[in-house]
């Protein structure tokens, strides 16, 4: 099934998911479209933004799913903290998840979000902010449909889980692993490349052809200009990388593996 990636926003970042009323009112939003048919697969909620990992045989249906949940909810927010106006950032952000190499990466980014600073599976997060605790013990509440993204691990989701909390710490606290959806693109490279998302981020010791392929990726994703920040290089440097990437058949098992520009 494909999936996409959706992060809500709180506007200028007021903590709206800080309130046990609010999470369940989150919840119970998520409940009434998932009985409408919307695959929920992954969550996680902070304070003020929330990730959500949304099956969709149709990325048009996402728009209406979203509208389904920010509408009531936003209503339900003000209410609560007795407050008018916008509650959310418009527009969303949303990706379409385009490989399995994506989607390998994508629900333990997501449930990692919670704990920061977590490097063991045991520091993580597991109360009702993400859908992590329900992945390890199976007991998801009915909202939840993990089971196309939960089978890629093969029944081994935590080992999966420890690899992406070793390879997080591994990288620049304050480089571009910090949060923020060009994450779980950075780590897809690392994986498909083997090579350490460290190593792929440091321009002394990182090889060119990884960070090519990165530079690739990440504008495919974001867009050369998001590429040029992360990697710390000009933007025609992104596009000469990219121009490359596409074209050289030496690079295409890695792009195979990351999916289809």
Same mark, same amino acid.
């Given at each position: 099934?494909?999936?996409?990636?959706? %992060?809500? &926003?709180?506007?200028? !970042?007021?903590?709206?998911?800080?309130?046990?009323? %609010?999470?369940? !009112?989150?919840?119970?939003?998520?409940?009434?479209?998932? &009985?409408?048919?919307?695959? %929920? &697969?992954?969550?996680?909620?902070?304070?003020?933004h929330a990730h959500l990992l949304l099956g969709a045989e149709d990325p048009a249906e996402v728009g209406s799913v979203m509208a389904r949940i920010l509408a009531p909810l936003a209503r339900n927010i003000n209410g609560r903290l007795k407050q008018h106006g916008g509650v959310f950032r418009h527009p969303y952000w949303r990706g379409v998840v385009r490989s399995a190499s994506h989607l390998y990466i994508l629900p333990l980014y997501i449930h990692a979000n919670p704990s920061p600073h977590a490097t063991t599976l045991a520091r993580l !997060?597991?109360?009702?902010?993400? &859908?992590?605790?329900?992945w390890m013990s199976g007991d998801a509440p009915d909202f939840l449909r993990p089971r196309a993204a939960l089978d890629q691990y093969a029944g081994d989701y935590p080992a999966a889980m420890q690899a992406f909390l070793d390879d997080r710490a591994a990288a620049p606290v304050a480089?571009? +692993?910090?949060?923020?959806?060009?994450?779980?693109?950075?780590?897809?490279?690392?994986?498909?490349?083997?090579?350490?998302?460290?190593?792929? +981020? !440091?321009s002394a010791r990182g090889g060119k052809r990884d960070r090519m392929l990165l530079a690739w990726a990440l504008g495919e994703e974001f867009g050369n200009a998001a590429a040029a920040r992360i990697l710390g290089v000009e933007r025609h440097t992104i596009g000469r990388w990219a121009r490359a990437v596409a074209v050289d058949d030496t690079f295409g098992p890695s792009r195979a593996r990351l999916g289809p520009a």
């Amino acid at each position: 099934m494909p999936h996409v990636h959706v %992060i809500i &926003s709180a506007n200028q !970042d007021r903590p709206v998911f800080s309130e046990p009323e %609010i999470i369940r !009112d989150t919840f119970i939003a998520f409940e009434r479209v998932a &009985s409408e048919g919307a695959t %929920i &697969s992954a969550y996680a909620l902070m304070s003020a933004h929330a990730h959500l990992l949304l099956g969709a045989e149709d990325p048009a249906e996402v728009g209406s799913v979203m509208a389904r949940i920010l509408a009531p909810l936003a209503r339900n927010i003000n209410g609560r903290l007795k407050q008018h106006g916008g509650v959310f950032r418009h527009p969303y952000w949303r990706g379409v998840v385009r490989s399995a190499s994506h989607l390998y990466i994508l629900p333990l980014y997501i449930h990692a979000n919670p704990s920061p600073h977590a490097t063991t599976l045991a520091r993580l !997060d597991v109360g009702l902010r993400s &859908s992590h605790a329900a992945w390890m013990s199976g007991d998801a509440p009915d909202f939840l449909r993990p089971r196309a993204a939960l089978d890629q691990y093969a029944g081994d989701y935590p080992a999966a889980m420890q690899a992406f909390l070793d390879d997080r710490a591994a990288a620049p606290v304050a480089g571009a +692993l910090a949060e923020g959806p060009e994450q779980y693109t950075i780590l897809a490279v690392a994986r498909a490349t083997g090579t350490r998302p460290a190593t792929l +981020l !440091d321009s002394a010791r990182g090889g060119k052809r990884d960070r090519m392929l990165l530079a690739w990726a990440l504008g495919e994703e974001f867009g050369n200009a998001a590429a040029a920040r992360i990697l710390g290089v000009e933007r025609h440097t992104i596009g000469r990388w990219a121009r490359a990437v596409a074209v050289d058949d030496t690079f295409g098992p890695s792009r195979a593996r990351l999916g289809p520009a």
